[in-house]
Protein backbone atom coordinates (compact mmCIF):
# COMPACT_ATOMS: atom_id res chain seq x y z
CA UNK A 1 0.00 0.00 0.00
CA UNK A 2 2.65 2.69 0.75
CA UNK A 3 4.46 2.27 -2.50
CA UNK A 4 0.38 2.35 -4.20
CA UNK A 5 0.58 5.97 -1.90
CA UNK A 6 3.61 7.01 -3.55
CA UNK A 7 2.24 6.94 -7.14
CA UNK A 8 -0.87 9.59 -6.01
CA UNK A 9 -0.46 12.62 -8.19
CA UNK A 10 -2.57 15.84 -7.13
CA UNK A 11 -3.40 17.53 -10.34
CA UNK A 12 -3.46 21.37 -10.16
CA UNK A 13 -7.26 20.63 -11.52
CA UNK A 14 -8.05 19.38 -8.27
CA UNK A 15 -6.86 21.80 -6.41
CA UNK A 16 -8.19 24.80 -7.86
CA UNK A 17 -11.57 22.96 -7.62
CA UNK A 18 -10.94 22.46 -4.12
CA UNK A 19 -10.12 25.85 -2.94
CA UNK A 20 -13.50 26.76 -5.26
CA UNK A 21 -15.86 24.82 -2.67
CA UNK A 22 -13.93 25.25 0.54
CA UNK A 23 -14.27 29.39 -0.09
CA UNK A 24 -17.92 28.73 -0.71
CA UNK A 25 -18.87 26.54 2.68
CA UNK A 26 -19.45 23.34 0.63
CA UNK A 27 -17.49 21.47 2.70
CA UNK A 28 -19.79 18.67 3.85
CA UNK A 29 -20.21 18.35 0.04
CA UNK A 30 -16.41 18.08 -0.44
CA UNK A 31 -15.93 15.74 2.30
CA UNK A 32 -18.85 12.81 1.03
CA UNK A 33 -17.84 13.49 -2.98
CA UNK A 34 -13.83 12.74 -1.93
CA UNK A 35 -14.71 9.63 0.09
CA UNK A 36 -16.94 8.43 -2.66
CA UNK A 37 -14.10 8.86 -4.95
CA UNK A 38 -11.49 7.15 -2.81
CA UNK A 39 -14.26 4.37 -2.48
CA UNK A 40 -14.39 4.06 -6.45
CA UNK A 41 -10.52 4.07 -7.05
CA UNK A 42 -9.75 1.44 -4.31
CA UNK A 43 -12.01 -0.64 -6.79
CA UNK A 44 -10.01 0.20 -9.64
CA UNK A 45 -6.95 -0.39 -7.38
CA UNK A 46 -7.94 -3.57 -6.05
CA UNK A 47 -8.66 -5.25 -9.04
CA UNK A 48 -5.60 -4.30 -10.66
CA UNK A 49 -3.49 -5.73 -8.02
CA UNK A 50 -5.36 -8.79 -8.28
CA UNK A 51 -4.74 -8.97 -11.96
CA UNK A 52 -0.88 -8.37 -11.43
CA UNK A 53 -1.46 -5.28 -14.05
CA UNK A 54 1.53 -2.40 -13.18
CA UNK A 55 0.62 0.83 -11.95
CA UNK A 56 2.38 3.43 -12.99
CA UNK A 57 0.39 6.68 -11.20
CA UNK A 58 -2.89 7.46 -10.02
CA UNK A 59 -3.94 11.00 -10.37
CA UNK A 60 -6.43 12.82 -8.31
CA UNK A 61 -9.07 15.20 -10.40
CA UNK A 62 -11.92 16.64 -9.83
CA UNK A 63 -14.17 14.06 -10.86
CA UNK A 64 -12.49 11.14 -9.89
CA UNK A 65 -9.23 9.69 -10.83
CA UNK A 66 -6.98 8.52 -13.18
CA UNK A 67 -4.96 5.87 -13.16
CA UNK A 68 -1.84 5.25 -15.29
CA UNK A 69 -0.64 2.08 -15.73
CA UNK A 70 2.78 0.59 -16.95
CA UNK A 71 1.66 -2.36 -18.89
CA UNK A 72 1.60 -4.27 -22.19
CA UNK A 73 -1.92 -3.72 -24.82
CA UNK A 74 -2.12 -7.26 -25.25
CA UNK A 75 -3.85 -8.15 -21.51
CA UNK A 76 -7.26 -10.26 -21.44
CA UNK A 77 -9.91 -8.62 -22.39
CA UNK A 78 -11.86 -9.82 -19.64
CA UNK A 79 -9.33 -8.50 -16.97
CA UNK A 80 -9.68 -4.93 -18.93
CA UNK A 81 -13.42 -5.23 -18.52
CA UNK A 82 -13.40 -6.05 -14.51
CA UNK A 83 -11.44 -3.13 -13.77
CA UNK A 84 -12.97 -0.77 -15.75
CA UNK A 85 -16.20 -1.70 -14.20
CA UNK A 86 -14.76 -1.95 -10.82
CA UNK A 87 -14.70 1.46 -9.40
CA UNK A 88 -18.65 1.25 -10.02
CA UNK A 89 -19.23 -1.67 -8.35
CA UNK A 90 -17.16 -0.99 -5.53
CA UNK A 91 -18.56 2.29 -4.99
CA UNK A 92 -22.47 1.30 -5.63
CA UNK A 93 -21.87 -1.90 -2.57
CA UNK A 94 -20.19 1.20 -0.68
CA UNK A 95 -23.49 3.43 -1.14
CA UNK A 96 -25.68 0.50 -0.25
CA UNK A 97 -23.93 -0.16 2.89
CA UNK A 98 -23.81 3.42 4.47
CA UNK A 99 -27.15 5.16 3.22
CA UNK A 100 -29.09 4.30 5.73
CA UNK A 101 -26.44 6.11 7.92
CA UNK A 102 -25.89 9.20 5.80
CA UNK A 103 -28.86 12.20 6.65
CA UNK A 104 -26.94 14.45 3.84
CA UNK A 105 -29.58 14.72 1.18
CA UNK A 106 -27.06 15.32 -1.81
CA UNK A 107 -25.11 12.03 -0.68
CA UNK A 108 -27.58 9.99 -3.17
CA UNK A 109 -26.86 12.86 -5.96
CA UNK A 110 -23.26 13.17 -5.40
CA UNK A 111 -23.23 9.04 -5.84
CA UNK A 112 -24.92 8.57 -9.09
CA UNK A 113 -23.44 11.57 -10.44
CA UNK A 114 -20.21 10.33 -10.03
CA UNK A 115 -21.32 7.08 -11.81
CA UNK A 116 -23.23 8.76 -15.02
CA UNK A 117 -20.30 11.22 -15.64
CA UNK A 118 -17.93 8.24 -15.08
CA UNK A 119 -19.62 6.43 -17.98
CA UNK A 120 -20.11 9.13 -20.63
CA UNK A 121 -17.78 7.33 -23.50
CA UNK A 122 -14.90 10.34 -23.38
CA UNK A 123 -11.00 8.91 -23.13
CA UNK A 124 -10.22 8.47 -20.67
CA UNK A 125 -13.31 7.87 -18.30
CA UNK A 126 -14.66 4.45 -18.06
CA UNK A 127 -17.52 4.70 -20.34
CA UNK A 128 -15.06 5.13 -22.96
CA UNK A 129 -12.69 2.15 -21.32
CA UNK A 130 -16.07 -0.35 -21.71
CA UNK A 131 -17.08 1.01 -25.16
CA UNK A 132 -13.67 0.02 -26.27
CA UNK A 133 -13.75 -3.15 -25.16
CA UNK A 134 -16.97 -3.75 -26.74
CA UNK A 135 -15.15 -2.53 -29.67
CA UNK A 136 -12.67 -5.16 -29.73
CA UNK A 137 -15.11 -7.95 -29.15
CA UNK A 138 -16.65 -6.92 -32.39
CA UNK A 139 -13.88 -5.09 -34.77
CA UNK A 140 -9.88 -5.06 -34.84
CA UNK A 141 -7.79 -3.40 -32.70
CA UNK A 142 -6.93 -0.39 -34.66
CA UNK A 143 -10.61 -0.09 -35.13
CA UNK A 144 -11.32 0.04 -31.77
CA UNK A 145 -8.32 3.28 -31.37
CA UNK A 146 -10.20 5.03 -34.15
CA UNK A 147 -13.81 4.57 -32.89
CA UNK A 148 -13.36 5.59 -29.60
CA UNK A 149 -11.37 8.81 -30.48
CA UNK A 150 -14.24 9.66 -32.60
CA UNK A 151 -16.53 8.84 -30.44
CA UNK A 152 -14.94 10.58 -27.39
CA UNK A 153 -14.44 13.44 -29.78
CA UNK A 154 -18.51 13.42 -30.41
CA UNK A 155 -19.22 13.69 -26.87
CA UNK A 156 -16.90 16.14 -26.19
CA UNK A 157 -18.32 18.40 -28.91
CA UNK A 158 -21.98 17.71 -27.41
CA UNK A 159 -21.22 18.72 -24.00
CA UNK A 160 -18.84 21.85 -24.41
CA UNK A 161 -22.01 23.12 -26.59
CA UNK A 162 -24.29 22.19 -23.76
CA UNK A 163 -21.94 22.80 -20.32
CA UNK A 164 -19.15 24.97 -21.34
CA UNK A 165 -20.65 28.11 -20.37
CA UNK A 166 -22.43 27.16 -16.89
CA UNK A 167 -19.49 27.15 -14.54
CA UNK A 168 -15.10 27.02 -14.60
CA UNK A 169 -15.02 23.62 -13.41
CA UNK A 170 -17.38 22.60 -15.92
CA UNK A 171 -15.18 24.28 -18.44
CA UNK A 172 -12.17 22.65 -16.72
CA UNK A 173 -13.25 19.60 -16.95
CA UNK A 174 -13.77 19.63 -20.35
CA UNK A 175 -10.69 20.90 -21.18
CA UNK A 176 -9.06 18.32 -19.58
CA UNK A 177 -10.83 15.23 -21.32
CA UNK A 178 -10.15 17.07 -24.81
CA UNK A 179 -6.45 17.05 -24.06
CA UNK A 180 -6.51 13.67 -23.05
CA UNK A 181 -7.87 12.72 -26.28
CA UNK A 182 -5.81 14.90 -28.12
CA UNK A 183 -2.94 13.00 -26.44
CA UNK A 184 -4.95 9.72 -27.59
CA UNK A 185 -4.87 11.04 -31.40
CA UNK A 186 -1.18 11.37 -31.48
CA UNK A 187 -0.21 8.41 -29.92
CA UNK A 188 -2.35 5.61 -31.78
CA UNK A 189 -0.10 4.97 -34.46
CA UNK A 190 2.71 4.48 -31.42
CA UNK A 191 0.06 2.40 -29.67
CA UNK A 192 -0.86 0.05 -32.96
CA UNK A 193 3.07 -0.51 -33.08
CA UNK A 194 2.85 -1.28 -29.89
CA UNK A 195 0.52 -3.50 -29.92
CA UNK A 196 2.46 -5.15 -33.18
CA UNK A 197 5.58 -5.33 -31.65
CA UNK A 198 4.09 -7.17 -27.97
CA UNK A 199 2.76 -10.05 -30.92
CA UNK A 200 5.90 -10.46 -32.59
CA UNK A 201 8.17 -10.72 -29.53
CA UNK A 202 5.70 -12.21 -26.66
CA UNK A 203 4.18 -16.04 -27.20
CA UNK A 204 1.11 -15.39 -26.12
CA UNK A 205 -1.66 -18.70 -25.50
CA UNK A 206 -5.13 -16.84 -27.25
CA UNK A 207 -7.31 -19.71 -27.80
CA UNK A 208 -9.22 -18.24 -30.54
CA UNK A 209 -8.41 -18.06 -33.78
CA UNK A 210 -8.74 -15.76 -36.60
CA UNK A 211 -7.46 -15.72 -40.62
CA UNK A 212 -7.06 -12.03 -41.83
CA UNK A 213 -4.52 -10.45 -44.94
CA UNK A 214 -3.20 -7.81 -43.01
CA UNK A 215 -2.24 -6.40 -39.73
CA UNK A 216 -4.82 -3.59 -39.54
CA UNK A 217 -7.41 -6.92 -39.07
CA UNK A 218 -5.81 -8.40 -35.81
CA UNK A 219 -7.97 -8.24 -32.89
CA UNK A 220 -7.35 -8.84 -29.09
CA UNK A 221 -7.57 -12.06 -27.44
CA UNK A 222 -7.14 -13.97 -31.10
CA UNK A 223 -4.18 -15.06 -32.71
CA UNK A 224 -4.02 -15.09 -36.71
CA UNK A 225 -3.22 -16.38 -39.87
CA UNK A 226 -2.46 -14.60 -42.65
CA UNK A 227 -3.51 -16.03 -45.88
CA UNK A 228 -1.31 -13.53 -48.41
CA UNK A 229 -0.83 -14.39 -52.49
CA UNK A 230 -1.96 -18.18 -51.63
CA UNK A 231 -0.11 -18.52 -48.60
CA UNK A 232 -1.05 -19.19 -44.99
CA UNK A 233 1.73 -17.26 -42.89
CA UNK A 234 1.60 -17.89 -39.05
CA UNK A 235 1.00 -14.88 -37.50
CA UNK A 236 4.92 -14.60 -35.49
CA UNK A 237 6.06 -15.27 -39.44
CA UNK A 238 4.41 -12.27 -40.72
CA UNK A 239 5.38 -9.63 -38.60
CA UNK A 240 9.07 -10.60 -37.91
CA UNK A 241 8.98 -10.51 -42.21
CA UNK A 242 7.26 -7.07 -41.29
CA UNK A 243 9.72 -5.61 -38.57
CA UNK A 244 12.32 -6.64 -41.01
CA UNK A 245 11.72 -4.57 -43.45
CA UNK A 246 10.72 -1.51 -41.69
CA UNK A 247 14.55 -1.94 -40.34
CA UNK A 248 15.90 -2.03 -43.58
CA UNK A 249 13.93 0.88 -44.82
Same mark, same amino acid.
Given at each position: ? /? ?12 ? @??? #?????? %?? +?? #?????? &???? &? ?11 ? =????? =? ?14 ? @?? !? ?23 ? $??? $? ?37 ? /? ?6 ? @? ?7 ? +? ?22 ? /? ?24 ? /? ?5 ? $? =?? =???? !??? +???? %? !? ?11 ? $?? !????
Amino acid at each position: M /KNILNKIYIHPLFL @ITL #FIFVSI %GY +FR #FLIYFM &VLII &VHELGHIIISLLF =KWNID =KIIILPFGGLIKYNEI @IN !RPLIEEFLIAISGIIFQYIFYLLVK $DFI $DYKYFKTIHYFIILFNLIPIYPLDGSKILNIFFNIITSF /KNSLSLTI @IISYIFIII +FSLLFFNINKIIAFVLIFLMLEVN /KLYKERKELFNKFLLERYLNEFKFKK /KKTINNV $D =KM =KKDY !RHL +FYID %G !RYLTENYFLKKMF $DI !RRNL
